[in-house]
Every structure is written in C-alpha cells, then in structure tokens.
C-alpha cells in the first residue's frame, strides 16, 4: 500500500472506531472521568453513612429509661439514668455502669414469643 492509502485507510477506520464507541470520547477527557468518579463515590460510600449516622443520632436521642441496648464496645444493659451527654445501664444484677451516649451502637427490640 501507498502511503496515501495507507493514511486514508488508518484515518476511515479511526473515525468508524471513533464514532461507534460514544463512551471513549467521554473517558478520554480527565475531568469528566474524575467527576463520574467522584459521583459514584459519594453514592456508593458518603450518602449511605450519612444516613446511617443520621439514625443513629435519632436512635441516641430517644433513648429513655428501660431500653435495652448493645454498646459499641459489645456490653448489653438497661438504661436505667440518663443524662444529658451520658446513661446508665445495668449490665448484671447490681451492676451499673456510666457510658457515654454516643456508645450506644443499638437498641435491643423486644421479641414477642410466638403463639403456640
């Protein structure tokens, strides 16, 4: 092949390539890919934690006296004081002890037996 008809050639298959694959183009460009990228991440990790930390704050806040509860740490009580940034759970009979609120992870529901 000449090299005209090889450049003519290199260039018709180019452009086909080119226009059968929309999706290169826009990869192509850095910025574009860095903002689907950035997109997806908030997506996929920032908005779920956001929500789950916004129930948790709800979950924290409604806490009242009588709640079981599962600490961060693993430890299972009843509250049985609470205060203003702290609570108290009993963990065993005669044992209480002083956490802070942000320590709760959950509170335990209560099963109803099934009917027999």
Do not use: C, W
């Not at 018709?12 to 192509?28: K, N, W, Y």
Request: glycine content about 6%; proline content about 3%.
């Amino acid at each position: 092949m000449s090299s005209p008809a090889l450049l003519a050639n290199l260039t018709t298959h180019g452009i086909l390539a080119a226009e059968s694959s929309g999706l290169q183009g826009v990869m192509e460009n850095p910025m574009i890919f860095m903002v689907l990228m950035f997109v997806m991440m908030y997506v996929v990790l920032i908005r779920p934690q956001r929500r789950r930390q916004k129930q948790l704050e709800s979950l924290i806040k409604a806490l009242k006296v009588g709640d079981e509860v599962v600490t961060i740490g693993g430890a299972h009580g009843v509250v049985t004081s609470l205060k203003e940034k702290t609570l108290m759970l009993r963990i065993a009979d005669g044992v209480k002890v002083e956490f802070d609120r942000s320590a709760v992870a959950s509170v335990v529901e209560d099963e109803k037996p099934a009917a027999s």
